[in-house]
């Protein structure tokens, strides 16, 4: 793969961050194809997303991908335990 990105979120708490990783990283292998492929880590409140692409259309498609999931994760940890803001709980 010869493109990269790095996405680093922090949390405000660990259990935020493993609430968000452990709903995204069941998505791993399962978006992967030819042309990207993905990890994501994470080390006490932050999380690193690593994506890889064979080119740039292909890392651009992945990074949106990506966004999206995390984003509706913490959305639904937001709505969950309380601390969501209104738009978080327009989801659709």
């Known amino acids: 793969m010869s ?10 708490s660990e259990e935020r961050a493993v609430t968000v990783f452990r709903s ?13 492929r993905t990890t994501v880590e ?8 690593t994506v890889e692409a064979a080119d740039l259309v292909a890392l651009r498609a992945a990074l ?7 984003g509706v994760a913490e959305a ?14 327009q989801i659709s």
């Open 3 to 12: 493109h990269d990105a790095f996405l680093e979120f922090d949390y405000d």
């Open 24 to 36: 995204v990283e069941q998505e791993i292998g399962e978006i992967d194809d030819e042309r990207s």
């Open 42 to 49: 994470r080390d006490g409140k932050t999380m690193l997303v």
């Open 64 to 70: 949106n991908t990506w966004q999206t999931l995390i």
């Open 76 to 89: 639904v940890a937001g709505t969950a335990d309380g601390t969501g803001t209104e738009s978080d709980r």
